[in-house]
Structures are given as structure tokens and as C-alpha cells.
T-cell receptor, first 112, second 111 residues
Framework: GAVVSQHPSRVICKSGTSVKIECRSL??????MFWYRQFPKQSLMLMAT?????????EQGVEKDKFLINHASLTLSTLTVTSAHPEDSSFYIC????????FGPGTRLLVL | GENVEQHPSTLSVQEGDSAVIKCTYS??????FPWYKQELGKRPQLIID?????GEKKDQRIAVTLNKTAKHFSLHITETQPEDSAVYFC??????????FGKGTSLLVTP
């Protein structure tokens, strides 16, 4: 199946700083990628749909100015958590669309 | 929007027994229903999926059934093994992607 990678796998940052997470499709081109967030022992919640060459589409309740998404190429989407706070600590998982959604391994963010 | 309910939240079975997880959805336009297995700290892995033109699909020990009239679908795992222990998520989608997930079922298979 298709392979999706994420970098970094885990990151610890101080409150108020910004963190960038990369999502790459390694063996296919993905016009569309998705960003999900998963809090401990909870389900995955779709945050936004990332479209190559156009603006991302955000789900209701997700602040677009806080979670900046850039999909500048057919193999890379980035999520930047701006001015991160402890409540942003979560497991962020991307997926890329080919014949179906393929998930990345996730990025664990801890904001101190 | 779509609302997916999943039950039970935890399930414990003995090795060799069957496990059944049930989900309901609210949007009758949904037509794609995947099931994912997630081990602790890992990515969700697609284990089986079904589309609305099919009532049942089977892959070895795993089967999924769909009742569009009642808007529910179920995952059946037969002859469970300890390595089946994980969290299982159902999901529903109108488009085939941008998934709406259930809250998950933590399955424990005891030897």
C-alpha cells in the first residue's frame, strides 16, 4: 500500500512557540491530504482538508489562524501550530488520499 | 454533520471467541464505512471497509455487515487471537474520505 510519513514523530515545545509538522506521501502524489487530532484515549477528529495549490478547508471549531496548513507540492503538506498552548498537546495524524486514505504515523506534541 | 456512535467502548473476550463491534451513523448520504485498528501510539490501519451497495464483506476472520435502512454497520472478528487486542474505530463518509470516526472500542483478547 501507499506510504505516508510524518516529521517529527514527537516534539516538546514551550508555551507560546510555533511548531511545524510535515506530512509526506512517499510513493504517490496526493492532491488532497487531511489533518486529524487525537487526544488521549479519544477518537480521531478531522481538523482540516489540505488541497495542493489552494487554501485548506477547516472543520467547524478549528481556528484557521492557529493551525496553518500549507500544501505546496503534491507530496508535502505542513501543519503549523502557532502560539502553542498546553491544551494543544495532542497526537496529530495526517492522511493522504490515493485510492483510499493512508495515514501517517502521527506526531505527538507536548506543549509545556 | 455526520455523527457516528460506536459500542461497546471496551470489550474483553477469550481467545478463540468472536468479537462484535457495532456502529450507527446519522447521515443517510454516507456511503463508505471503513474499520481501522490502532495499536497504542501507532497509526490507524485499515482492516476492512464496505460501501453502501454491499451488505456484507468478509476477509478471512474479519467481516463487516451494513444495514443502510437502519443506518448501522458492524465488525465481526472470529477466532480471536491475543494479537487482535487493540482499539478499533469505525468511520463513515459521504465522499469516501474526510472520515467521521466513532469513539473507538478497546478490544482485549485474553489467552
Amino acid at each position: 500500500g501507499a506510504v505516508v510519513s510524518q516529521h517529527p514523530s514527537r516534539v516538546i515545545c514551550k508555551s507560546g512557540t510555533s511548531v511545524k509538522i510535515e506530512c509526506r506521501s512517499l510513493d504517490f502524489q496526493a492532491t488532497t491530504m487531511f489533518w486529524y487530532r487525537q487526544f488521549p484515549k479519544q477518537s480521531l477528529m478531522l481538523m482540516a482538508t489540505s488541497n495542493e495549490g489552494s487554501k485548506a478547508t477547516y472543520e467547524q471549531g478549528v481556528e484557521k489562524d492557529k493551525f496553518l496548513i500549507n500544501h505546496a507540492s503534491l507530496t508535502l503538506s505542513t501543519l503549523t501550530v502557532t502560539s502553542a498552548h498546553p491544551e494543544d498537546s495532542s497526537f496529530y495524524i495526517c492522511s493522504a488520499l490515493e485510492d483510499s486514505e493512508y495515514f501517517g504515523p502521527g506526531t505527538r506534541l507536548l506543549v509545556l | 454533520g455526520e455523527n457516528v456512535e460506536q459500542h461497546p467502548s471496551t470489550l474483553s473476550v477469550q481467545e478463540g471467541d468472536s468479537a462484535v463491534i457495532k456502529c450507527t451513523y446519522s447521515d443517510s448520504a454516507s456511503n463508505y464505512f471503513p474499520w481501522y485498528k490502532q495499536e497504542l501510539g501507532k497509526r490507524p490501519q485499515l482492516i476492512i471497509d464496505i460501501r453502501s451497495n454491499v451488505g456484507e464483506k468478509k476477509d478471512q476472520r474479519i467481516a463487516v455487515t451494513l444495514n443502510k435502512t437502519a443506518k448501522h454497520f458492524s465488525l465481526h472478528i472470529t477466532e480471536t487471537q491475543p494479537e487482535d487486542s487493540a482499539v478499533y474505530f469505525c468511520a463513515a463518509s459521504i465522499t469516501g474520505y474526510a472520515l467521521n470516526f466513532g469513539k473507538g472500542t478497546s478490544l482485549l483478547v485474553t489467552p
